[in-house]
């Protein structure tokens, strides 16, 4: 399984971004995909994730601001829209895979997304 995420930058504080993950190769298996963070000096931590069939999870910082959303539940490609972002939201973005949120086994190459004051 290859994780492919696009859509990072630089955007001032209030501003939107929509991040993007395609999932190739042996996906029969990916029922959950999301979006994790890691700020400098700061541990990982769950953004965003999207079962197959639809329940979504946020991070309480992020509820009401990020939107997760999938094409339709065939689809292994997952978008995260991030809107009114703060500089707090500055981090790598890592898209992530599994057949559970327990079990999120895929990961792809982190995304820089920076948020300026």
């Known amino acids: 399984v290859q994780l492919q995420a696009s859509g990072g930058g630089l955007v001032q504080a209030g501003g939107s971004l929509r991040l993007s993950c395609a999932a190739s190769g042996p996906i029969f298996n990916l029922n959950v995909m999301g979006w994790y963070r890691q700020a400098p000096g700061k541990q990982r931590e769950l953004v965003a994730t999207m079962a197959r069939g639809g329940p979504t999870n946020y991070a309480d910082s992020v509820k009401g601001r990020f939107t997760i959303s999938r094409v339709n539940r065939a689809t292994t490609v997952v978008y995260l829209q991030m809107n009114s972002l703060e500089p707090e939201d500055t981090a790598v973005y890592y898209c992530?895979?599994?057949?559970?949120?327990?079990?999120?086994?895929?990961w792809g190459k982190g995304t820089q997304v920076t948020v300026s004051s």
């Open positions: 992530s895979a599994g057949p559970t949120i327990s079990n999120m086994n895929y």
